[in-house]
């Protein structure tokens, strides 16, 4: 049987308020646990690590599901191998520096004065939400921003930047499905290249969305997990 329990570990803002709609997406059936971190001080990916330890569950089986800034965490995680990790699933996620060539540029901008600004609609809808973004899912955005530090926010970029999770992926050994927004303009297109090249059985699925798919593409994002889970093979009595 297949697991019917979800973890998330959400993105950049890591409130997992922007999680709602692909919760209400999923069967009735399934339930979902949302981990949150901080919004009030930073914490190093290697500090975020007790967070996730502490929400997913010791003995059902379960499905770890990342957003972005939080696929390094889901990969040390699963490198551990804990016995009931049914499998992962990556979200416009990365294993090393997201940007590449212009990490300098992103580097010098991504200061906290920078998020303590309000970003006009075209530049959140360019590189975050796509176009013709629904009013409600703009402003879940913008709430759930405004409710973390800018020191925080601006910590966190840094320390994507300059993450290395590629000996994790290469120790994980549960299924793998990697969710990539074609229309993403924030990661390089060389994210989902590591994750096929380090682990070559990985699912690779695009999703005709930009990098917030889970938040533009709920029930699209949604179907498509729920098909890779349930071909996951049970586990042995």
Not at 94 to 113: D, E, T
Not at 167 to 195: G, I, N, W
Not at 212 to 218: D, F, G, T, V
Request: proline share 9%; net charge neutral.
């Amino acid at each position: 049987m297949a697991p019917e329990h979800l973890v998330l570990l959400p993105g950049l803002d890591g409130t997992g308020e922007l999680f709602v709609d692909f919760i209400a997406a999923l069967p009735e059936s399934w339930t979902a646990t949302t981990v949150t971190y901080p919004t009030d001080r930073f914490l190093a990916y290697a500090d975020l690590r007790p967070f996730v330890g502490a929400a997913v569950p010791q003995l059902e089986r379960f499905v770890l599901v990342a957003e972005s800034f939080s696929a390094p965490l889901a990969l040390w995680y699963a490198a551990t191998n804990p016995p009931n990790l049914a499998a992962v699933v990556i979200c416009a996620g990365f294993v090393r520096n997201p940007v590449h060539g212009w990490s300098g540029a992103v580097k010098a901008l991504a200061k906290p004065w920078l998020f303590r600004l309000k970003p006009p609609r075209t530049i959140v809808e360019y590189f975050l939400l796509g176009q013709h973004t629904p009013c409600d899912l703009l402003q879940r955005l913008r709430r759930a921003l405004q409710r973390v530090s800018p020191d925080v926010l601006s910590a966190r970029v840094q320390e994507a930047l300059d993450c290395d999770a590629r000996d994790d992926l290469r120790r994980t050994t549960v299924p793998l499905l990697y969710l990539e927004a074609t229309y993403d303009r924030l990661l390089s297109s060389s994210c989902k290249k590591d994750f096929s090249q380090l682990k070559p059985d990985t699912v690779l699925w695009s999703v005709p969305a930009p990098h917030l798919l889970l938040q533009r593409e709920p029930q699209k994002a949604a179907t498509i997990m729920m098909a890779f889970i349930s071909s996951l093979r049970p586990t042995p009595d």
